[in-house]
């Protein structure tokens, strides 16, 4: 039985409201309906695609979700664990930097070897970096701040 897909991912959270408000202010996620496990959530959704589930951090899981989930993420401060990023195919370049930038969101953009691809990476509320991956052609007059090739001469 292959693996298909990604379906979801878990975002531990501290503060799960303000986790949800950011992922709809700076990514344009909805949230949505999801089922009652008996603690708090919130499922952000792309289309009626549910992509990121947000609840309590280790710092602040009730009991019924530590049996829910099993061991819950611990409290480790900085970074995320052995994740580095999760990365979503986006468009729409210009305005998603005129975005961020009224946001206020610190971001870095590069350009991979050999991929069509602009990226942008940055982090939400939790320390977790996001990449927003852009077609090549919408860059277009855009320098990046580094190009893989740079690093390997």
């Given at each position: ?27 344009g ?39 829910y ?22 468009t ?62």
């Amino acid at each position: 039985m292959p693996v298909s897909h990604i379906e979801h991912f878990l975002v531990a959270a501290h503060d799960i409201d303000a986790t949800r408000d950011w992922y709809a202010r700076v990514l344009g996620m909805t949230p949505g309906p999801h089922p009652d496990f008996g603690f708090p959530v919130h499922w952000m959704y792309l289309g009626d695609v549910d992509v990121v589930h947000i609840g309590p951090s280790a710092k602040t899981a009730s009991e019924i979700q530590k049996k829910y989930l099993g061991r819950t993420s611990q409290d480790r401060g900085a970074g995320t664990g052995a994740v580095d990023h999760i990365a979503f195919r986006a468009t729409g370049l210009r305005q998603m930097l005129e975005h961020l930038r009224a946001e206020r969101i610190r971001f870095s953009q590069r350009r991979a070897n050999g991929q069509a691809l602009y990226q942008l990476f940055l982090y939400d509320p939790n320390g977790i970096k996001i990449e927003l991956n852009f077609a090549v052609h919408e860059a277009e007059g855009i320098a990046p701040e580094l190009t893989a090739s740079e690093l390997i001469r």
